[in-house]
């Protein structure tokens, strides 16, 4: 492997290993586990692999309805917070540290393979696409929620970029994952692809305390936050944030502060023969 591609992954597994996932998880894409794996049909006996998987919020959820499950992520950091979450639900996942670029199983090893708001990240769509199409059968499922390029992610990634490092020059914007027509080339003509709309609502007391649960929680956010402790950048990052989570604000005017994302849920049913 290209040792800067190395580097490139060390350093994002590192980011994401900062502040606290879980917490984060749980304050705003948690509940939106069920929604994945009904949009699956996922059931008992299936063997499921939830990649990018995080803590396990549609992991767990897979196991709960009875699937076989393999959570998969490139940070095992969050793998002690997800079995105790797992445990809690009195679920057993098994765990195991993976890039979805490079997956470490064989060709058509699960039934259904699922990602929510996380293989989105990873640069290289169309490698995530080929690997995740790989690993699942003929006939099989590949179900994803990704944020859209229309909702409110590209406003926070347009006040959260100007601070972070530079992506590698061929890596795609997550929010294209949200794009029908991007994830129908993706996908080819080795799935019928089907996509519904929706939204959700993250919930914090105030603007401040929204900023506040990113800095300190959200590992890429975190680390941004570290890399300009002593550079006057600091204050003009904060003060972006907090203007972001200001005018994105849709709750009362006396609070709690609302901010409603719009996900694509992509359900591709991956065609006998490919």
Known sequence: MDT???ERKSAT?????????????KATVWDLGPVLVEACGISAGQRVLDVAAGTGNTAIRAALAGAEVVAADLTPENFEAGRREAAAHGVHIEWVEADVEALPF?????DVVTSSFGALFAPHH????????????????VGMLNFTPEGLISDFFGALAPYMPSPPPDASPPPLWGSEEHVRTLFGDR????????TYDEVAADPRAYVDLFRDTFGPVVATYAALADDPQL?????DLLEFATRADQGEPHGPSRYTYEYLVVVARKLVGT
């Open 4 to 6: 800067r591609i190395d």
């Open 13 to 25: 597994r590192a980011a994401w290993a900062l502040g606290d996932y879980h917490r984060f998880a």
């Open 106 to 110: 064989g060709d058509g090893e699960f």
């Open 126 to 141: 169309q490698t995530v696409a080929d690997e995740m199409l790989r690993v699942c059968r003929p006939g099989g499922t």
């Open 191 to 198: 799935a019928a692809v089907t996509f519904r709309r929706d």
């Open 235 to 239: 204050a003009a990052l904060d003060h």
